[in-house]
């Protein structure tokens, strides 16, 4: 009797944690339906977006934005390897490849960030599945330092805005580029403080991170993110060497966006600046984890604000549909992985699918005792 209550009970468990997901992923595509549609609306009524479709294009400059996608793509997969060998995880660089570019292909989903990370997280902790709460570190830094990189870049680029540039912008764009500088180099600096406070022994330590554990809505990504400072905090070479592949792959981001800019905008004076492309892609590509779209509004209103006076105000938008090409034909490498395994990778994605939103992702506790007694080589 019991025995079938405890099977009923799962069984309800499991049916609700398939409707939210069910909800959430409606939602998500609900999301990214109303963006599109926003999109194509204000560019259906704009004459200048057609006879920037049907100009002149230099095709050679903008096929050679691919290669450097793909070069950005493939290090940022390296560079989680170079974060998992650093914990001693077993994860050959042929697995690591798999899993990031399947991981890339399940991006392109609206399902959106966390599903290419869940599906990493499974693979790794197949591996590894005595040490859960290593795998999920790995995939944390792995993020949070090239979150941290992008904004470096971005506060960087805007103090070196050149002021002939800012001075061809209109009243309301200029006022709206120089308070995005602002936003950026505030979040960086404060960015800076909280990983220096983070690497300090006693201050990842404390019992008052368990405390703040059970806060709403905070709680569950402070425990994360602690655990992972807890476990990389000892190797700030690596950190640092993590740091600087993330600023060449934002670097490679950013100068393929610029080919396809100087490749479809043929006329030098309705190009934002280069300087201007370093702010404008950072935001984009940080709204490039939310649902399908998000990147395209962005990026179509960063580059209506930092183009010249003139410019077509839909610029972003063409820009920002050839680097979703550019993503499809780099997820085919995705697709030939997950047509040579398709049987395990379906399986993989079934477990991932049947978790909550975030549950591959979240630690082991029964781990977290091991890690704290591991010393990083």
Aim: one cysteine or more; proline letters at 5%.
């Amino acid at each position: 009797m019991a025995l079938e209550r405890g099977s009923a009970a799962t069984c309800l468990a499991i049916r609700k944690v398939q409707l939210k997901n069910i909800v959430s992923t409606i939602l998500k595509f609900a999301v990214s339906a109303v963006l599109i549609g926003y999109l194509i609306v204000r560019a259906a009524g704009d004459p200048q977006f057609a006879t920037l479709v049907a100009g002149k294009k230099n095709w050679p400059v903008l096929i050679c934005a691919l290669p450097v996608c793909l070069f950005a793509v493939t290090t940022t997969i390296l560079r989680w390897r170079l974060l998992i060998g650093a914990l001693g995880l077993s994860f050959s660089v042929r697995e690591t490849l798999r899993a990031g570019f399947l991981g890339y292909l399940a991006n392109l989903s609206p399902i959106g960030l966390v599903a290419g990370d869940s599906l990493k997280a499974v693979m790794l902790i197949h591996r590894n599945p005595r040490r859960k709460t290593e795998a999920v570190a790995s995939l944390i830094i792995d993020r949070v330092l090239g979150l941290y990189a992008l904004l470096l870049l971005a506060a960087a680029a805007s103090l070196l805005l050149p002021a002939a540039q800012l001075a061809r912008l209109a009243a309301a764009d200029q006022a709206q580029v120089l308070r995005l500088c602002h936003i950026v180099q505030a979040v960086s600096i404060l960015s800076t403080v909280v990983l220096v406070v983070m690497l300090i022994p006693a201050v990842t330590q404390s019992r008052l991170w368990d405390l703040l554990e059970h806060t709403p809505l905070v709680g569950i990504v402070l425990h994360k993110l602690v655990g992972a400072m807890r476990a990389y905090r000892k190797r700030v070479d690596l950190l640092l060497a993590a740091i600087g592949i993330s600023l060449l792959i934002h670097t490679s981001y950013i100068a393929a966006i610029w080919l396809m800019t100087i490749s479809v905008v043929l006329d030098p004076n309705l190009r934002p600046s280069l300087a201007s492309i370093f702010v404008i892609v950072p935001p984009s590509m940080i709204a490039g984890a939310l649902p399908i779209g998000s990147y395209e509004v962005t990026m179509t209103l960063l580059f209506r604000a930092a183009s010249p006076p003139g410019a077509p105000p839909n610029i972003g938008l063409l820009i920002a549909l050839a680097y979703r090409l550019a993503q499809i034909s780099i997820a085919t490498i995705g697709v030939g992985y997950w047509i040579a395994g398709r049987n395990e990778v379906r399986e993989l994605m079934h477990e991932v699918e049947e978790l909550p939103p975030t549950a591959a992702l979240d630690d082991d506790r029964s781990s977290a005792s091991m890690l704290s007694k591991q010393q990083l080589a």
